[in-house]
Nanobody, 116 residues
Framework: QVQLVESGGGLVQPGGSLRLSCAASGFTFSSYVMSWYRQAPGKERELVAVITRFGGSTEYADSVKGRFTISRDNAKTTVYLQMNSLKPEDTAVYFC?????????WGQGTQVTVSS
């Protein structure tokens, strides 16, 4: 069955870094656009970063541009989110998403907390 399993979240101090991973299985990974979303308490889920099927194009929310980098390894069926210069406002549950024209899959999320 389809699985998206996020890992790498945790507690980090402001200015620190984390690398999230999302391991995919149960579908043809290279056929899907992959994204990271996040949801902070009391707020709507928001798009953080997107990467096209073979990594040729990426897009970022304005709030994370220059600090976050999305990448993917189709051989390992894994998508990554490198997060640098973290701020308290980056605190949220981060979700991995896989999408085609007709299908849309979500992971269970991983908590990222930025606090001193």
């Amino acid at each position: 069955q389809v699985q998206l399993v996020e890992s790498g979240g945790g507690l980090v101090q402001p200015g620190g870094s984390l690398r999230l991973s999302c391991a995919a299985s149960g579908f043809t990974f290279s056929s899907y656009v992959m994204s990271w979303y996040r949801q902070a308490p009391g707020k709507e889920r928001e798009l953080v970063a997107v990467i096209t099927r073979f990594g040729g194009s990426t897009e970022y929310a304005d709030s994370v541009k220059g600090r976050f980098t999305i990448s993917r390894d189709n051989a390992k069926t894994t998508v990554y989110l490198q997060m640098n210069s973290l701020k308290p406002e980056d605190t949220a549950v981060y979700f991995c998403n896989a999408k085609t024209k007709d299908l849309n899959y979500w992971g269970q999320g991983t908590q990222v907390t930025v606090s001193s």
